[in-house]
Structure formats: structure tokens, C-alpha cells
């Protein structure tokens, strides 16, 4: 059964973007972000949000797709301010939303009930961002994430070879970093298109 969003699990962009601020400026900052290593996080991720908000460039393609939505549709991104990969993809998806006002962005906190990301597993694990597209009768239409294709196999693939937590997290920054959001635009045209 699809969990609903609620006004306590979900905001706008604006609303994350405000709840960055609030916690990099907090001086006594709520779990997880009262331990250093999240708050480091969160703070390099605002930096990276705000970075290609400013930088990225969509695809001409993928604006003809989804200005082709005839029919509203809510985006529900499932997220939360410390993830790294969320930090990459989301401002990608805020800008493909903002293409058509036909489509409405939220974006769902995945640690805050109710847990709509528990009826979107990837292999069992909470991993995130998830993107629920769903109609305007609240229908899931297609699901996405946690990352593009083409990434997962290589984090899979940095997985097998036994990396460590943080050079992984080193190796994922150089390849969104090289990417520039083209993987998750080509995944985008097909899923939409």
C-alpha cells in the first residue's frame, strides 16, 4: 500500500534549502546532526546543491519529454540533508520539475514519519534519494533511484573490490563531478519519454 505524505514528513524546495541553513547554523544542531560527521556532511552538501543550481545545464531533450506532460503529477523526493548522492541528483530533479507546472516537487524526509520509504526499498536497504512519480489520482508511475544506473555499478563495482567508506565517497564525488548530471537525464528521457 503507498504511503501518503504528510505535512510533517514533506516540504518544498525552498523548504529544503531553508532547512539546510537551519542546521548548519544551529549551534546545538538536533541527531544526526549534533555528531560532527553529519554536520560536515550536510554543510558540504548545501555547498553542492547550491553549486549546481547554479551550473547545471538540462538537456534540450529532456525539456521537449517533459514539457510533453499533459497531466499533473507530483514528484515525491524521498531524502534527507546528510546524503551525499541527494546532494548530486536533487537539484537536477528540482530543475526538471520546474520545466512544467504540470509537475508539483516534494520533498520527503525520509527519516520522519510516515516513512513513505519503507514501501521503496532498494534491496532492502533505505538507500536514498528515491524519486515516487505518481499521477494525479496518487498512482505510482515510475519509481527512481537511488542513483543513475551507471553510477550504482560503479559504487557496486567500488563495493566489490572491498573500498573503503570514505574513498568511496571520494570515488562518487569525482564521477558526479564528471558526470554533470548527463546519466541521470538520459534515464529521465527514457523513463519519460
Request: aromatic share 10%; glycine share 6%.
Amino acid at each position: 500500500m503507498e504511503k501518503e505524505v504528510s505535512l510533517e514528513n514533506m516540504t518544498t524546495w525552498n523548504g529544503l534549502l531553508d532547512r539546510f541553513d537551519e542546521i548548519v547554523s544551529n549551534p546545538t544542531p538536533e541527531t544526526p546532526y549534533d555528531d560532527q560527521t553529519y554536520l560536515e556532511y550536510t554543510k558540504l552538501n548545501r555547498s553542492r546543491v547550491k553549486r549546481w543550481i547554479k551550473t547545471a545545464q538540462i538537456n534540450p531533450k529532456l525539456i521537449q519529454v517533459l514539457n510533453n506532460i499533459q497531466e499533473k503529477q507530483t514528484w515525491n523526493l524521498i531524502l534527507e540533508p546528510w546524503c551525499g548522492d541527494a546532494a548530486h541528483i536533487a537539484p537536477f530533479i528540482h530543475l526538471m520539475a520546474e520545466v512544467n507546472p504540470n509537475i508539483t516537487l516534494n520533498i520527503v524526509w525520509r527519516d520522519t514519519a510516515p516513512f513513505m520509504i519503507d514501501d521503496y526499498l532498494t534491496n532492502g536497504g533505505k538507500s536514498i534519494p528515491k524519486l515516487v512519480i505518481r499521477d494525479k489520482e496518487g498512482k505510482d508511475l515510475y519509481v527512481w533511484g537511488p542513483r543513475p544506473k551507471k553510477c550504482q555499478d560503479f559504487f557496486l563495482g567500488l563495493k566489490e573490490k572491498g573500498m573503503d567508506h570514505d574513498q568511496t565517497k571520494l570515488e562518487l564525488q569525482e564521477w558526479y563531478n564528471k558526470d554533470k548530471g548527463v546519466a541521470i537525464q538520459e534515464e529521465f528521457i527514457q523513463m519519460l519519454g
